[in-house]
């Protein structure tokens, strides 16, 4: 038996942040724990699962080379050997590192991403990371049931609405 220190194997923990109402915060939330958790020194990947109005490169002031719709395409040729993490964009700030996995910029793009392939790439992360964030969309989609299913965490952001319902 080796006496030499081994790697420990990661298989991160995947956070969703989900809500059926939309402009609750998620998109914000999402990217304030990407940062508190690399602040930390954890290994994390932001991926932006909100396919048609993701914001998180917005939020962050990213400019995406390659998208979940690029990392779908390389998938559908290369299989199993496509590597998920040369699809990240990565981010820095005072210190500050983490990546992320970028929505879709076409609408077009949006409407032809597969459950499938975005679970694929979850889990293509998961060995790469501590946690993988997912920012999702304000809907129950396959997608979206899809990665709540795949979640070690789902995180339900939630507003109370306080005008009363007059019925007459």
């Given at each position: 038996?080796?006496?030499e220190?081994?790697?420990?194997?990661v298989?991160g923990?995947?956070i969703?942040?989900?809500?059926?109402?939309?402009?609750v915060?998620?998109t914000l939330?999402?990217?304030?724990?990407?940062s508190?958790?690399?602040?930390?020194g954890?290994?994390?990947c932001?991926?932006?699962?909100?396919l048609q109005?993701?914001?998180?490169c917005?939020?962050?002031?990213?400019q995406?080379?390659?998208t979940?719709a690029?990392?779908q395409?390389?998938?559908q040729v290369?299989?199993?050997?496509?590597?998920?993490e040369?699809?990240?964009?990565?981010?820095?700030?005072?210190?500050?590192?983490?990546?992320?996995?970028?929505?879709?910029?076409?609408?077009?793009e949006?409407y032809?991403?597969?459950h499938?392939?975005?679970?694929?790439?979850?889990?293509n992360?998961q060995?790469?990371?501590?946690?993988?964030l997912?920012?999702?969309?304000?809907m129950?989609?396959t997608?979206?049931?899809?990665?709540?299913?795949?979640?070690?965490?789902?995180?339900?952001l939630?507003?109370?609405?306080?005008l009363?319902?007059?019925?007459?």
């Open positions: 038996m080796s006496t220190s081994r790697p420990t194997p298989n923990i995947v969703t942040f989900f809500s059926t109402a939309s402009a915060g998620k939330v999402a990217c304030n724990m990407a508190e958790l690399a602040r930390e954890y290994r994390v932001l991926a932006d699962f909100d109005f993701g914001d998180v917005h939020f962050l002031k990213l995406p080379e390659k979940l690029d990392l395409r390389t998938m290369e299989g199993d050997s496509c590597r998920a040369d699809f990240l964009t990565p981010y820095e700030r005072e210190g500050v590192h983490f990546d992320v996995l970028a929505a879709p910029k076409l609408l077009e949006a032809n991403i597969h499938e392939y975005a679970v694929r790439a979850v889990r992360l060995p790469h990371y501590d946690y993988i997912v920012d999702m969309a304000s129950f989609s997608l979206n049931l899809a990665m709540l299913d795949l979640s070690t965490i789902v995180t339900f939630g507003i109370v609405d306080f009363p319902t007059i019925k007459t």
